[in-house]
């Protein structure tokens, strides 16, 4: 079979699911980034409510030996678990809250994102 008959075999109806399925993954994919992304942003938050940091600068740092921690460690739950949960620099624990309000967080946008008639 050649390429212009299997072209022809693909109905528009088929075609649709394909394009609609992949939008819907994608969808889903960008909600868990998204919610990560504010579970991890507002863990920083109560980490440094009441101590005069700020929310966004400096940037984040090891509790224990004060290292920046470097940007592709700092990506939402995928950052902590290729650390094995410890600092690159010290091997200090990281706490598990970190993961797993970026966890909750990921998974409560993309369940509010489901329940929504758009997706």
Not at 5 to 16: E, I, K, N, P, Y
Not at 43 to 65: A, I, K, M, N, Y
Not at 103 to 119: D, H, M, N, S
Request: charged share 15%.
């Amino acid at each position: 079979m050649d390429v212009f008959t299997f072209l022809a075999q693909v109905s528009a109806r088929t075609t649709d699911r394909v394009l609609t399925a992949g939008i819907w993954w994608f969808a889903v994919l960008w909600l868990g980034c998204l919610g990560g992304c504010v579970g991890s942003f507002l863990t920083v938050v109560w980490d440094r409510l009441g101590t005069g940091d700020g929310f966004v600068f400096p940037r984040s740092r090891c509790p224990e030996c004060d290292h920046e921690i470097r940007w592709y460690h700092n990506i939402p739950i995928l950052g902590w678990l290729k650390l094995g949960g410890r600092c690159y620099d010290c091997k200090s624990p990281i706490p598990v809250k970190h993961p797993l309000i970026e966890a909750v967080f990921a998974l409560g946008f993309i369940l509010v994102g489901l329940a929504t008639p758009w997706l």
